[in-house]
């Protein structure tokens, strides 16, 4: 059965950091492009972060910039998004992601056909 299981959220206050976890079970994540979404009460659910297939290519949205780093273990078929400098408006559910297709890279838009963590709950206050 295919899984993806995400760890590492929690309660943090501005300007701290968290690690989050992604386990994938049933495949194997070197042969997909994977990434970070997240969905804030009330909005849409929105691209974070993207690496390739092969880790050469990375995206990450304006607002996280600088503040934010994917990374995958193959290895331990894991991904992983280091948040620093966390701020109020990080507060959502972060949801993993691996494209179903073994395409180069995948499109920070959350469609349907891509599989699905069930969410890990991030809460940026003070």
């Known amino acids: 059965q295919l899984q993806l299981v995400e760890s590492g959220g929690g309660l943090v206050q501005p300007g701290g950091s968290l690690r989050l976890s992604c386990v994938a079970s049933?495949?194997?994540?070197?042969?997909?492009?994977i990434g970070w979404f997240r969905q804030a009460p009330g909005k849409a659910r929105e691209g974070v972060s993207i690496i390739s297939r092969t880790t050469s290519t990375t995206y990450y949205a304006d607002s996280v910039k600088g503040r934010f780093t994917i990374s995958r273990d193959n290895a331990k078929n894991t991904m992983y998004l280091q948040m620093n400098s966390l701020k109020p408006e990080d507060t959502a559910v972060y949801y993993c992601?691996?494209?179903?297709?073994?395409?180069?890279?995948?499109?920070?838009?959350?469609?349907?056909?891509?599989?699905w963590g069930q969410g890990t709950q991030v809460t940026v206050s003070s």
């Open positions: 992601a691996a494209d179903s297709e073994t395409f180069a890279t995948m499109m920070p838009i959350p469609y349907e056909h891509y599989h």
């Open positions: 049933g495949f194997t994540l070197d042969s997909y492009a």
